[in-house]
Structure formats: C-alpha cells, structure tokens
C-alpha cells in the first residue's frame, strides 16, 4: 500500500491538540483500512506534517475530515525509506502521560540538505595519493559536520 506524507497549516494549535488529533485518526483508522504511522509538529511554524499508510490520498484525507476536521493542504507520495533517511523515524516515539508528548519530542519536520563540492577532487587524490586524500575528505567532514548534523547521528 502506498505511503503519503500530508501537511497541515494549524498555527495557534498546541502540541497536545496535535497529538489528541493523531489520537483519533488512529482510534478510527480500522475503519478505512489506512494506517496512520506518525506526525512532526513544529509549533513556531504552525505545521503538522502526517505519516500515514493509504490506499490513496483521498482516503488519508477523509481519515482527518471525520475524526476531527483538520484537513491537509498539501499530500505527496513518498518512499518510507526516503523518510526514513532525512526524518529519522517513522513511528510515533514513546507517549508519555497525556496530553502528550511536547512538540520538541516530536520533532518539527523540516530538514536542510548541505552539499559540499570539493572542487578537483580526482586531482587531488592523484596528487596526494588515496590515504591523504581520503584524510582530506575526512578533514573537510569533521569541519562542516557540526553544521550538518548533530554529533553522532550517522550519514544514511
């Protein structure tokens, strides 16, 4: 079954408004064979963004429309492993006590893609031989990896 990715425009909503309206595509979700498998909230930005398991996107949609009206204004297909890769999740966390996990544990959403172009690099290598250059490469990662990602989190 195709996987979608749906983005609502909720600004003035809380992070346990956004997790009580989860709460309920998923109490009814049986209903119309879809299977919601997450949610990325970012309060600043008044966004939700929706995992969810459909036959088709009207269906996703319709999901929202009953169980408590907050209707997507944008759904795209996607690959679970391409969300997989740049969301680095793709089940709900841990839900504590109610309300509801708070927005920074569900994490916002939005993802910057840095792209670095090491400007002749086949030249170096020859000129350097692979070991250096390969230390080159590993150099110029410890230099920009703080920007790009946060300690520890691997490269997928």
Known sequence: MPIFMDRHELAGTSAADIAEAHRKDVAIQDQ??????????????????????APDMETA???????????ATEIVEVALSAVEAFLGRI?????????????????????????????????MTSRLGD????????????????????RGQAYR
């Open 32 to 53: 119309y064979g879809v299977k919601f498998l997450t949610y990325w909230f970012d309060q600043r930005r008044g966004t939700t963004f929706c995992l969810v398991e």
């Open 61 to 71: 949609q319709c999901v929202h429309r009953e169980a408590h009206g907050f209707i």
């Open 91 to 123: 089940h709900d966390p841990e839900l504590g006590p109610a309300p509801g996990p708070s927005s920074s544990d569900m994490g916002a959403g939005h993802r910057a893609i840095l792209f670095t172009d090491i400007v002749d690099s086949t030249a």
């Open 131 to 150: 070991r250096m250059a390969t230390e080159m490469v590993r150099a110029h990662d410890a230099i920009v990896q703080p920007i790009g990602r946060p």
